[in-house]
């Protein structure tokens, strides 16, 4: 079997290549089979790891394609993906079990990436990293910084792109893209956590220089680990890596985590208050979920707040997550501070946030993380697509 081979079964273009980009990063290697054929070339090739299937598909529905691998023996993960009713998919999903397959679940369409990503993710071999691992990485440049957009809502330039997130990857060679959670911890716990910021922000700010070149001007988002609040250099040390490159203090901005931001609330109103002296601009990130959000902000100078995707993601479908998102919006607004919704996977979404006030948002309906030398084209693409209202209400 294939340690991190992904079959994608569905015969809905868009669909299988939504997948398959999910499954990629995630680090899988991808195979799509749209009909019958392709899946009968793709399984006498290789055992996937995983195979996500459609059930409604010509020539052979899901049902068939489970038979067949029964008959196969397979020892693959199978998640079914389909829009039929739940009732119709839990009995498929009995009737692969009855057929010994590893049944890893269902999903609805349409299909959430961050549920889709949670699923495939499951199913990954674990491989114990050390820090010694991590270090080599870092020093040999297997990171990777990639970059999600992060669009005007309600700003008097609505639609348009203000800046990116720098999201850092690991490229660990024959493994594809690990996530930053699998080894962001380690950092923090094995005294990296220093290095890794630094080699992001370095990454980041180089890029800007580029795009800056191009005519593109955007604000940079960076990640602050809470442990690096203890470093009362911090700000000079950030501060020169501007004014090397050039850079305006008015181009970066730092997320910092509301909980994080509680580590000693003494020095983090130190190293916060001459961040914003600077010029520099906080985010409080996940806003919500931590149980000190009034008093940071009562405390601290932070200048944005951003909405944890918890909330985001039910936004359209749950009248709590509703209130609670426009309670934040309203609370930022009375503050004077902006706000930024991240986890948009949905029109619906979109609008909604725009029509609650929200100041900007990010997410898969716009963008995923993309990496830094395929943002002017998305730039460009996104442009025309606003320019000629086909993401207007």
């Known amino acids: 079997m294939s340690r991190r081979h992904l079959l994608v079964i569905d015969d809905e273009h868009d669909v299988a290549e939504f997948m398959a980009e999910a499954g990629r990063q995630c680090g899988f290697e991808v195979t ?4 019958r054929d392709e899946f009968d070339t793709a399984i006498k090739s290789v055992e996937p790891l995983v195979i996500t299937l459609d059930l409604e598909m010509p020539n052979c529905d899901g049902v068939e394609v489970l038979r067949l691998l029964a008959k196969k023996k397979s020892r693959s993960s199978i998640l079914l993906v389909s829009g039929m009713d739940e009732k119709v998919m839990n009995t498929v999903l009995r009737l692969g079990r009855e057929f010994k397959l590893n049944m890893l ?3 609805q369409k349409p299909v959430r990436l961050v549920e889709l990503e949670n699923c495939l993710k499951k199913t990954l071999p674990v491989e114990e990293i050390t820090s010694n691992m991590l270090k080599t990485a870092i020093e040999q ?45 380690l950092a923090e716990s094995s005294g990296l956590i220093a290095s890794l910021t630094h080699y992001v922000l370095q990454t ?17 988002s960076i990640n602050l680990s809470a442990l690096l609040l203890n470093d009362l250099s911090l700000p000079d040390q950030i501060d020169t890596a501007l004014r090397v490159l050039n850079i305006k203090s008015s181009r970066l901005k730092l997320e910092i985590t509301e909980t994080g931001a509680m580590h000693d609330p003494k020095q ?4 916060l208050t001459r961040f914003r002296i600077k010029g520099i601009s906080l985010s409080m990130d996940d806003f919500g979920t931590g149980y000190s959000s009034l008093v940071q902000l009562y ?27 426009e309670t ?8 004077g501070l902006t706000t930024c919704a991240e986890g ?14 929200c100041t900007s948002a990010q997410g898969y309906y716009m963008s995923r993380p993309i990496p830094a030398e395929e943002i002017p084209a998305w730039i460009s693409k996104w442009q025309t697509m606003y320019s000629t209202n086909r993401i207007a209400s």
């Open 328 to 335: 934040c919006i309203n609370l930022a607004s009375s503050l």
């Open 204 to 220: 980041a700010l180089r890029e800007h220089k580029k795009w800056r070149r191009e005519g593109i001007d955007l604000i940079i």
């Open 141 to 185: 440049k297997e990171l990777v910084v990639y970059y999600q957009p992060l669009i005007t809502l309600n700003s008097g330039h609505d639609n348009e792109i203000c800046g990116v997130e720098a999201l850092v990857r690991w490229q660990k060679p024959g493994q594809g893209l690990i996530p930053p959670n699998k080894f962001i911890p």
């Open 105 to 107: 679940g269902t999903l």
């Open 344 to 357: 948009v996977e949905t029109a619906d979404t979109y609008h909604l946030l725009r029509d609650l006030g």
């Open 32 to 35: 799509i089979a749209l009909c």
């Open 299 to 325: 405390r601290l100078p932070f200048s944005e707040l951003k909405i944890d995707m918890s909330f985001i993601m039910e936004l359209d479908k749950n009248p709590e997550a509703r209130k609670i998102t």
């Open 268 to 271: 983090a109103m130190d190293i």
